[in-house]
Nanobody, 117 residues
């Protein structure tokens, strides 16, 4: 069955960096566009960044552009999110998601990112 397992979160000071990973299984990872989402307490889940199936096109949202980089390694069925210059408002539970029609309902358990001094 489809599994998405996120990891790499933690507590970091403002201005710091983290690299999130998502290991995927149960489907042909290399044929699916993927995305990272986040959900802060009391807020709706929101899109952070998208990446095409081959990894040759990315689309980060304005709030993270220039600070976050989405990438993937199709040989490892892995999705990444490099987060630099972190701000307290980046604090959230981060999820990866399959961005293809009929596949968007699969979610992992998420990984917590907390930015605080």
């Amino acid at each position: 069955q489809v599994q998405l397992v996120e990891s790499g979160g933690g507590l970091v000071q403002p201005g710091g960096s983290l690299r999130l990973s998502c290991l995927a299984s149960g489907f042909t990872f290399s044929s699916k566009a993927m995305g990272w989402y986040r959900q802060a307490p009391g807020s709706e889940r929101e899109l952070v960044a998208l990446i095409s199936a081959r990894g040759d096109a990315t689309n980060p949202v304005d709030s993270v552009r220039g600070r976050f980089t989405i990438s993937r390694d199709n040989s490892k069925n892995a999705l990444y999110l490099q987060m630099d210059s972190l701000k307290p408002e980046d604090t959230a539970l981060y999820y990866c998601n399959i961005r293809e029609p009929g596949w968007t309902h699969f979610w992992g358990q998420g990984t917590q990112v907390t930015v605080s001094s």
